[in-house]
């Protein structure tokens, strides 16, 4: 079974510049979350879809947006970036089991902002 | 607001100790608490807990949640370099749903040979 996919790996923008980010889910998993780890700090919770609806979104402003897709995979946009939104973006997948199995994560984009 | 807190934030050890990690929390709704170990990039699973006071144990790894008190413990025994960690729990039924988990700032755990 393959696990959450995201790409690109790594991506450096200029400050002012628009970032999109992508994840595919395991097969079978309807929501998607998106979690921003900047460097030394924890996961904080940006965005969760499922069923192609957003449901929650975090504490961050609005040029961070995204979308899911008919087949459940979904993006991150992030708008006019700034040199602090340079981080590790986690993308996890669940499906009716996560109540006993928790989110399965991807390996992340780097996005490093100059 | 929901909280999860995670001590210490980090802790650097020699091969064959014994390590606990502490994770306390409040959220509005609780239904789960987790533990992942992040060693380069994607957090993997390792235990979820949703009983008080039932252990879970996987090899030399074991964690207890205490739902009256509010918080849960990681213990590693007999250490290997390969442990070596971010060690993160997360919390779910924060924000009145219980499919979107809360993460804390997590535990480098580095363990010298």
């Known amino acids: 079974e393959a696990g959450v996919t995201q790409s690109p790996t790594h991506l450096i923008k200029t400050r002012g510049q628009q970032a999109t980010l992508r994840c595919s889910p395991i097969s079978g998993h309807t929501s998607v979350y998106w979690y921003q780890q900047a460097l030394g700090l924890g996961l904080q919770f940006l965005l969760w879809y499922d069923e192609g609806e957003e449901r929650n979104r975090g504490n961050f402003p609005p040029r961070f947006s995204g979308r899911q897709f008919p087949n459940y995979s979904s993006e991150l946009n992030v708008n006019a970036l700034e040199l602090e939104d340079s981080a590790l973006y986690l993308c996890?997948?669940?499906?009716?089991?996560?109540?006993?199995?928790?989110?399965?994560f991807g390996s992340g984009t780097r996005l490093t902002v100059v | 607001e929901d909280k999860v807190v995670q001590s210490p934030l980090s802790l650097v050890v020699h091969e064959g100790d014994t390590v606990t990690l502490n994770c306390s929390y409040e959220?509005?709704?609780?239904?789960?608490l987790l533990w992942y170990k992040q060693e380069k990039k994607a957090p993997t699973f390792l235990f979820m807990l949703?009983?008080?006071?039932i252990e879970k144990k996987s090899g030399r790894l074991s964690s207890i949640l205490d739902k009256k008190e509010l918080f849960s413990i990681l213990n590693i025994t007999a250490t290997q370099t390969g442990d070596s960690a971010v060690y993160l729990c997360a919390v779910g039924g924060s924000s009145g749903s219980a499919r979107q988990l809360t993460f804390g700032s997590g535990t480098q755990l580095t363990v010298l040979p």
């Open positions: 996890a997948s669940s499906g009716e089991g996560v109540l006993h199995y928790g989110y399965t």
């Open positions: 959220v509005t709704n609780f239904r789960s």
């Open positions: 949703t009983s008080s006071g």
